[in-house]
């Protein structure tokens, strides 16, 4: 049987069963609290979360007892500032057809009492919406490029019940969209079966061939359950039969759940056993169709579609031996996400 060809991308997909965010507004240490929720075979059943602290967004993290989590996957805002197995007093969330419950209660690693408190369940079916997550915009030394993709997205809406947080007895106010009266919804968003990509991670060299089919017309697909992420580059490369010297070149794009998310160009330089290559040029997101909401929210806050643009690859394939991709991933200025958190006062 013929070796399979080899290609510059490795992907990892996985998945989060639900999640829920909130930005902070007035809170003088965590700017924004996110729980996630687990429940299959691979990481157990339970709740994650997590909390950015405002002064250099570094992230303490928080999970439930036995749950089986890849901490190199956590590599969000300005890195991670601490780990913790922690006993929570409450943990619970839950997407049902009319709305979002969830509750967390548990203290944080100085001391303080995290709560929360969200459920907009009114018996009427929402109309969710499939959405990338902006939560790459905000890295500041990326270690993958990192897709977060929602397929059933929504904003907690305007009910008898109001949400919370209270950070150490104190409430926390919430950041907003702005025209609330009219649209009736508070800037916490939540979503169920969300698959998270990795796309050429550098923490590690991770073969090409590893959970990975790399196909001959030039795809590279990742599946998790029913979530699927796959690479197609035009024209279809093989490395190993690039001469040496020799400029190979193209684009490439990649899909989740056959909505495409980015893409740009390619280009691979031969060097001996080793084949230098770029990913640059990166495309926009461009969302499909929306509820009016969020395709407002989407243009007027041009983080959502634009921060893809920023992010840029260089790495090395190496075709001798065991294949192999290693490289990493470069940011191109205008990525701190201040756009954002001055539109929503967080």
């Not at 490029?145 to 109001?162: C, E, I, K, P």
């Not at 007027?300 to 921060?307: G, N």
């Amino acid at each position: 049987m013929p070796d399979a060809p080899v290609a510059p991308i490795t992907l990892r997909i996985d998945r989060l069963a639900a999640l829920l965010n909130a930005e902070l507004a007035d809170d003088p240490v965590y700017d924004g609290v996110e729980l996630q929720w687990f429940d299959d075979d691979v990481h157990g059943t339970g709740m994650l979360a997590f909390l950015s602290r405002r002064e250099d967004r570094t992230v303490d993290y928080y999970l439930q007892p036995g749950l089986r989590l890849d901490r190199r996957g956590y590599e969000i805002g300005g890195g991670t500032r601490s780990w913790n197995v922690t006993p929570f007093d409450v943990a619970r969330l839950a997407v049902a057809d009319d709305g979002v419950d969830a509750e967390v209660r548990f203290t944080d690693v100085d001391g303080r009492l995290i709560e929360l408190r969200v459920d907009d369940r009114d018996g009427v079916p929402r109309r969710r919406a499939r959405l990338l997550a902006p939560v790459s915009a905000g890295i500041r030394r990326p270690t993958s490029l990192l897709l977060v993709w929602m397929n059933a997205f929504d904003l907690v809406r305007v009910t008898a019940t109001q949400p919370s947080v209270h950070v150490d007895g104190r409430a926390a106010a919430l950041g907003q969209l702005p025209g609330a009266r009219m649209h009736r919804r508070h800037l916490i968003k939540y979503a169920a079966s969300v698959a998270v990509v990795e796309l050429n991670p550098d923490s590690a060299e991770q073969p090409t061939g590893g959970g990975v089919t790399i196909g001959t017309s030039g795809t590279v697909t990742a599946v998790c359950d029913n979530h699927t992420a796959q690479v197609r580059l035009a024209p279809s490369p093989d490395l190993r039969t690039m001469a040496d010297g020799e400029l190979t070149e193209g684009r490439w794009h990649v899909t989740i759940d056959g909505a495409r998310i980015t893409g740009g160009r390619w280009s691979a330089v031969r060097d001996h056993d080793q084949v230098h290559v770029d990913l640059d040029g990166l495309e926009r997101w461009r969302p499909g169709p929306l509820p009016w909401l969020m395709r407002l929210v989407t243009t007027v806050v041009p983080v959502f579609r634009r921060w893809p643009t920023t992010y840029t690859w260089r790495g090395t394939a190496r075709i001798g031996g065991t294949p192999s991709v290693t490289g990493r991933w470069h940011r191109t200025g205008g990525h701190d996400g201040d756009s954002y958190r001055r539109a929503t006062g967080s």
